[in-house]
């Protein structure tokens, strides 16, 4: 008898540890873009409407049923990514920034682009956005990746290679990490955000995963 309780013992020991799941998987709920790589993710003050920002402009899809409102198209200094994306404090308006600092701010009422900036102070000023890592000086080459780490109590999401997510503890160790083989771009590096009780995690081809948190 005591030999078999010192034998479980030792097979429960052995046996490796199974690290707890901050993020429920698999995902609830996949909403899908223009199939382009997404770079960066807003949700609407009304929580109605997310903003989807793509390496070819920007997407505003319904949130309740998925489909898309508008296609918000972005050129600017020859770039085309949407690499910061915001609504404004009713959802009224949202803005798009490139890779050179460019902002172009869209009416939410006809997708149509606004004629000029200067009614629009919510808008973050060239200072912030320089700020943010976009500047004139950047390459349309170079990469921007906004929302790549996410501070949640006491853990940070973290982006890594492959567009893989990682959730990391306060001492540094990897507690959990989300793999996408559909990702293609090994210098992906998903945008994260934040809703409620949802992570999003954008991908590489046009697809936002929802992830439920606790």
């Known amino acids: 008898m ?14 490796p540890v199974t690290l707890a799941q901050i993020i429920t998987v698999p995902e609830e709920r996949t909403v899908r873009t223009a199939k382009s790589e997404v770079v960066s993710l807003a949700v ?3 929580g109605d409407r997310l903003l989807v920002g793509l390496a070819k402009g920007a997407e505003v899809i319904d ?5 898309k409102i508008f296609a918000l198209p972005y050129n600017e200094d020859g ?3 949407a690499y910061y994306v915001a609504f404004n404090d009713n959802g009224e308006y949202a803005v798009l920034i490139g890779h050179s600092g460019k902002r172009v701010v869209y009416s939410m009422k006809t997708g149509k682009p606004e004629p000029s900036l200067q009614q629009h102070r919510w808008v973050p000023d060239p200072r912030a956005v320089k700020a943010m890592g976009l500047d ?5 080459f170079d990469r921007f990746y906004q929302q790549a780490e996410l501070k949640d ?13 990682e959730v990391v503890a306060a001492d540094g160790k ?3 990490r989300l793999a996408f083989a559909e990702n293609k771009d090994q210098h992906h590096r998903a945008p994260l955000l934040r809703w409620q009780e949802w992570l999003l995690v954008g991908a590489d081809d046009g697809r936002v995963l929802f992830y439920r948190l606790p």
Do not use: H
């Open 136 to 140: 004139m000086s950047n390459s349309t």
């Open 44 to 46: 609407a003050p009304k």
């Open 2 to 15: 005591l030999k078999n309780l010192i034998a479980a013992v030792a097979l429960v020991a052995s046996m």
């Open 79 to 81: 770039g085309t990514a």
């Open 153 to 165: 109590g006491e853990n940070t999401y973290r982006a890594v290679k492959d567009g893989a997510v």
């Open 174 to 176: 990897v507690m959990q």
């Open 63 to 67: 949130l309740e049923s998925g489909k």
